[in-house]
């Protein structure tokens, strides 16, 4: 990984931290970047998700309802 200088607004940088419960700065900054573009992506999973064509057999499927779990 390399290591990066760079000047980042104090108090912007206390709010990301508080917000998104980051112990240090280096992981505020890395939960900025990955949120950033996970939204920038978002779009192109939603347009791959609408493209999606299905077989009939997939769509009459039946529903597996979720068995309870075993008791203690």
């Given at each position: 990984m390399?290591?990066?200088?760079?000047?980042?607004?104090?108090?912007r940088?206390?709010r990301?931290?508080?917000l998104?419960?980051?112990?240090?700065?280096r992981?505020?900054?890395?939960i900025?970047?990955?949120?950033?573009?996970?939204?920038?992506?978002?779009?192109?999973?939603?347009?791959?998700?609408?493209?999606r064509?299905?077989?009939?057999?997939?769509?009459?499927?039946?529903?597996?309802?979720?068995?309870?779990?075993?008791?203690?």
């Amino acid at each position: 990984m390399a290591i990066t200088s760079i000047d980042i607004d104090a108090e912007r940088l206390g709010r990301l931290k508080e917000l998104a419960g980051a112990r240090s700065n280096r992981e505020a900054v890395d939960i900025a970047i990955r949120t950033y573009l996970a939204v920038r992506d978002q779009p192109t999973a939603v347009d791959r998700i609408v493209a999606r064509t299905f077989d009939d057999d997939q769509i009459d499927a039946g529903t597996m309802v979720p068995s309870e779990p075993a008791s203690a």
